[in-house]
């Protein structure tokens, strides 16, 4: 078990933080993005994110921190955490398609195609259901793991999940302007319980 706990370890802190720095890089500068063009900033980001988890997996260990050991109790939670997120995964990539995932819209100029807003099956119940599921899956992997530094990084990714959340919904409301208000007007950010009337658009 200690073997599948350190391998569900490095796998959280070489894989997650590049893609979270990827929009961290996107969303701000997405004028310079869509004027150098999808396929050069596809190269760059991956690029970027190759460079990322290659430099994160020889840090490997020492981000890692102390092994606190197998706790049977946090990796059934763990495990529950994680059919949940599996089950969030299912329903939004009939929805979320890998083209959207790796930014081509955001990379796209006026004259290509940008996408259109996604409002069916769980973006009819929360604007960003893809984040709900990684922030889910990132405590699930922690609790597996159990390891000090896993935690540390899963404690950070909410915070930092919001803040791209609210860069991606400002480019969202330059993209899609009037539809996009009146979206999240109506459906909440993260909570299906939270939903707002349509009186109040802006979040």
Known sequence: MSTVRYVFAVLLVVGLPPGLLMWFIVHPFVGFWRRLGIK???AVHTVVMVAGVI??????????????GTSWPLVGLGVALGVVAIHMGLARRKHLTFRILAGVPEFASAEEEQGRLLTEGPYARV???????VTIATFAYA???NYVGVYVLALVTPPLMHLIVLMEERELRDRFGEEYELYSARVPRYFPLTARGA???RP
């Open 40 to 42: 050069a900033s596809l």
């Open 143 to 145: 609790f597996i793991a």
């Open 55 to 68: 430099g994160l997996w020889l840090l490997r260990d020492p981000l890692l921190g102390p092994d606190l």
């Open 127 to 133: 604007r960003h259901p893809r984040y709900v599921e």
């Open 199 to 201: 009186a109040n658009p």
